[in-house]
């Protein structure tokens, strides 16, 4: 139970360093930038699309895993001639599904907008 503690604090204490407000802050400096800037520290686009004068270019991210369970500890307790042994503690394993898509506006090969979605679009 304690190591499950110890990793659950562990993982909040480095999230709380990690926030949406720095991503957005990221983000917000590739406004004005060209488009060929952000291909290049960004990479390839995952998808884009395009409507009139504007391309979209999407960038896709996710991880998931399994933060493990504690076994639990057994008592056995002597009734008569009988010997029952019960489970005391444990905890199951815990899964996890990070992902976030963020999406950019260029227009005339400069970048004017972003947004993203998802549950781990966060900065440092």
Known sequence: MKQILWMLSFGLLLSACATTEKYEANLQTWIGSPEAELVRSWGPPD????????????Y?????????????????TLIGNT?????????PAIAYNNNCSTTF?????????WS??????VAE
């Open 83 to 91: 010997v029952y042994t019960n489970p005391v503690g444990g905890t």
């Open 116 to 121: 993203w979605k998802g549950n781990h679009c």
């Open 47 to 58: 998808s884009f699309y395009e409507s009139g004068e504007s391309r979209y270019l999407t």
């Open 105 to 113: 506006e260029v227009r005339s090969e400069k970048v004017v907008s």
């Open 60 to 76: 896709h991210w996710s991880n998931s895993g399994v933060i493990p369970g504690t076994s639990p500890s057994y008592t056995s």
